[in-house]
């Protein structure tokens, strides 16, 4: 598989105090790949930048071989970003929402339709495609923001929290969304604090504790670095961690 994302020596701080610290990784095309950490570790920092929503203070970004930080307006247009907290125009509806997102990615409009039909019947969304996004539940703004993401068909897809208020059907749909892209070709990096989902889905794993890279792997090197074989992800996050069961 060739190398989606390549981040060098990646580092942002904040008053004096290193909030990302010398991170570097790779995601490879095809590969979903889950950057797991405690509440403050540094995982939304890290793909603010990459997403090129923050200046980093030092490293490298490259995305499908574009320096982000040299020419961020091109590697834009291969990265789509879904934040925790979904972010709509309340006023529009869920189908302008689509017509309206991919209209700023300059998707070809007949295209862009048949696009955010799809989505929207996938989503579950179909039969409230005319109501307002003010309208919507957080589910349900958690998946419209998703097919936004979608729409212009990004090469690297970055996930942060987004099984978060969802129910379990809901989720079920996110999660084989996500597996339908990747089996496509595209690169995921996928945050979460459930870490069972991150132990099936994951083809690797990078762990992120004070802004630093502790280990990063399959599940199986993941237990074998911490002496952990045949536990849970669960068991080997904190163990990795340092921090004591029951707090994850």
Same mark, same amino acid.
């Given at each position: 598989m060739s190398t989606a994302l390549c981040v060098t020596d990646l580092a942002k701080s904040y008053g004096g105090k290193r909030a990302v610290d010398g991170i570097s990784f790779d995601v490879r095309g095809g590969e979903l790949y889950a950057l797991l950490g405690p509440n403050g570790a540094g995982k939304t920092t890290t793909l603010r930048m990459i997403a090129g929503l923050l200046n980093a203070d030092a490293g490298a970004? @490259? =995305?499908?071989? =574009?320096?982000?930080? %040299?020419d961020p307006a091109?590697?834009? %247009?291969?990265?789509?970003?879904? +934040?925790? &907290? +979904? !972010? !709509?125009?309340?006023?529009? $509806?869920?189908? &302008?929402? !689509?017509e309206f997102v991919a209209g700023l990615w300059g998707v070809d409009p007949k295209s862009a339709r048949a696009d955010a039909e799809h989505l929207l019947k996938l989503?579950?969304?179909?039969? @409230?495609? @005319?109501?307002?996004? &003010? $309208?919507?539940?957080?589910?349900?703004?958690?998946?419209? =923001?998703?097919?936004?993401?979608?729409?212009?068909? +990004?090469?690297?897809?970055?996930?942060?929290e987004p099984l978060t208020g969802l129910d379990a059907a809901a989720s079920r749909l996110v999660k084989d969304l996500i597996r339908e892209r990747v089996a496509q070709g595209a690169a995921v990096i996928l945050t979460t604090h459930i870490l069972e989902v991150a132990e099936r889905m994951a083809d690797r794993i990078g762990i992120i504790k004070d802004g630093k890279l502790l280990t990063e792997g399959s599940l199986e090197e993941l237990r074998s670095h911490a002496g952990a074989q045949g536990q849970s992800l669960e068991d080997v996050f904190l163990s990795l961690t340092g921090q004591p069961q029951g707090v994850a």
């Open positions: 970004i @490259n =995305v499908f071989g =574009v320096d982000a930080r %040299q091109a590697a834009k %247009q291969l990265i789509a970003w879904l +934040p925790d &907290e +979904p !972010l !709509l125009y309340d006023k529009l $509806t869920a189908w &302008e929402y !689509l989503l579950g969304l179909w039969d @409230n495609r @005319n109501d307002r996004c &003010e $309208t919507f539940s957080r589910g349900m703004k958690q998946k419209a =923001v998703l097919a936004g993401a979608l729409i212009h068909h +990004p090469k690297l897809l970055m996930l942060d």
